[in-house]
């Protein structure tokens, strides 16, 4: 069962949205436990030690406005589907640097909803989602949402995941078809990118974050123009 949050300090619009965003999910089979905050510092705390699979975040807010919790929520382990809500549309623009998943508007809730349940269910079932490996006598499964690239090293491939990283005696071709279309991207012929886990694209590179840092990714030539396809079409969704 997945952990939802809605955060907004107006307790008469989180309870419009709880009862909203509950039915909705109901409709779409997001099976799902709910907690409501009223106050951003009761969410920070509460980030420390609890997982949240979805939140719907207000960005105007006494005391930290959700922009700074999107920017404490990156330093989580946790993967977590942010979704900001707003009344200010011209507030949308500025938060676009804390990658969020999608946007509500609180004038156009009933309209907007629908679709993004749609999206995140999808995201949630792809985060569930598993890479069967072999790593010396053992069969590992592990979770794509946990893999954040595959870089190549002569006949074996490095997985560098959230928390750990091991070598595989495995080609970069095979694992490319398998992960293909299931939110990675082959950027340079020694590397595999996690897309969840991408802060910022230049032309030459892509930083992805890590733990405390972000690492700089190179972008082949032969790859730029695909990577930059695949990109702009993760945005539009």
């Known amino acids: 069962m997945y952990h939802i949050v809605i955060c907004d300090d107006e307790k008469e619009i989180l309870n419009d949205l709880y009862k909203k965003i509950q039915d909705c999910f109901n409709k779409n089979a997001i099976q799902a436990e709910y907690t409501c905050i009223d106050d951003a510092r009761n969410l920070m705390a509460r980030m420390q030690h609890e997982s949240i699979d979805v939140l719907f975040l207000d960005i105007d807010m006494p005391y930290h406005n959700g922009m700074e919790v999107a920017g404490y929520m990156s330093s989580q382990e946790h993967k977590t589907i942010l979704i900001f809500v707003t ?11 804390y990658r969020p998943f999608g946007f509500i508007r609180k004038t156009h809730i009933d309209e ?74 082959r950027c340079h012929k020694g590397y595999l990118v996690n897309t969840r886990y991408i802060e910022k694209y230049k032309s030459a590179e892509i930083l992805v974050k890590l733990r405390d840092e972000s690492m700089a990714i190179p972008v082949g030539r032969s790859y730029e123009k695909d990577v930059r396809k695949q990109i702009f079409a993760m945005l539009r969704d």
């Not at 949402?145 to 071709?173: C, H, P, W």
């Open 87 to 97: 009344s200010h549309d011209a507030l949308v623009y500025q938060t676009f640097a």
């Open 112 to 185: 907007e909803l629908d679709e993004l349940a749609v999206r995140i269910r999808k995201e949630l079932l792809e985060n569930q989602q598993e890479l069967m490996i072999q790593k010396g006598q053992e069969l590992c499964r592990l979770l794509f949402s946990d893999l954040i690239y595959i870089e190549a090293e002569g006949n074996y491939l490095v997985l560098q995941l959230k928390n750990d990283k091991f070598r595989i005696r495995e080609t970069m071709t095979n694992m490319e078809s398998r992960l293909c279309g299931k939110g990675f991207i």
